[in-house]
């Protein structure tokens, strides 16, 4: 158990690292770009998360072909909003907004599972909003696209933990996980076209964020086979603290003690709606545990 969740900390420290890169190479190239590369080398070590009784093939060969493209757009849009997020805002408040995903979970298994809804998990959704404005603060600081780009990385992981729900029994995880990388490769590869330039200068940055996604992946993987899923999951908001680090050393950035207060408010509020969510809808044990962007 303590193995695993050790490694649960190692692997969302390396997606820690993949975001800072992420972040490194937002004035160097497009969007798009950073997307492609970076998804392609993520392939490398998440290769080494197929169960033996699975073969490649089988990425292709879904149970349920309509809710996997659903997961895969969710999943390719979440990637590029993060992409837009960790390159215009500051590591640590990219993380606080991208961290509502708990809450919109809530708000969608309301709307969409028909799932009922304490006051409790309502009161955490109130409470993740108080955090969300004082991290942004509308009217007194300006609102960037990286902060819809967040909140949109944050839905978009929020609707693949509902599809995942779903078909996480069903699917295989090398349908799951793969799926997903071949999604962001290609439509990544197609949206570059228009504005490619040429990465070979940032290429030793690209396969550094690239590899430290899939190790992060990698970890998250045999990390549950370690330790439950639900002593696993909650490790991914030391993310916070690990992009607070990284910002401070490599970026220069020193959020405010207010925005320190939202994010320690939607960090308290996703923490509370998992362990609500763990105890009425029991996801841990039907859903494999990967990263949801």
């Known amino acids: ?37 970076m998804s392609l080398f993520a392939f490398i070590p998440a290769a080494f998360t197929k169960p033996p009784q699975d073969r490649w093939r089988d990425v292709f060969v879904p149970s349920r072909p309509f809710l996997l493209a659903l997961r895969v757009l969710f999943g390719v849009v979440g990637m590029m909003s993060a992409v837009v997020a960790f390159t215009t805002l500051p590591l640590a408040e990219a993380y606080a907004l991208i961290f509502l995903l708990p809450i919109f979970v809530t708000v969608f298994s309301a709307l969409f599972l028909k799932e009922t809804i304490g006051w409790r998990r309502w009161s955490a959704v109130l409470v ?11 009217g007194f600081q300006t609102i960037l696209p990286g902060h819809f780009a967040a909140i949109s990385c944050a839905i978009c992981g929020a609707g693949t933990v509902i599809v995942l729900r779903i078909i996480g029994p069903t699917e295989r995880r090398v349908t799951l996980i793969g799926a997903v990388l071949v999604g962001a490769v290609l439509a990544n590869g197609v949206l570059m076209i228009p504005t490619f330039a040429d990465p070979t200068p940032h290429l030793w940055l690209l396969a550094f964020g690239g590899l430290c996604v899939g190790l992060g992946q990698t970890g998250l993987v045999f990390a549950t086979r370690l330790a439950t899923a639900s002593a696993v999951a909650p490790v991914q908001y030391s993310q916070i603290v690990w992009a607070a680090v990284l910002g401070a050393l490599f970026f220069g950035e020193f959020p405010d003690a207010i925005a320190y207060a939202g994010m320690a408010l939607i960090a308290t509020s996703g923490l509370f709606t998992f362990i609500r969510e763990r105890k009425k809808t029991r996801w841990w044990q039907r859903t494999p545990l990967i990263r949801n962007r």
Do not use: N, S
């Open 128 to 138: 993740g909003l108080a955090g969300v404005l004082l991290v942004v603060r509308p």
């Open 1 to 37: 158990m303590q193995t695993g969740i050790l490694l649960a900390f190692a692997a969302y420290f390396a997606f820690a690292c993949g975001d800072a890169a992420t972040k490194a190479l937002g004035d160097g190239l497009p969007i798009f770009e950073i997307g492609f590369f």
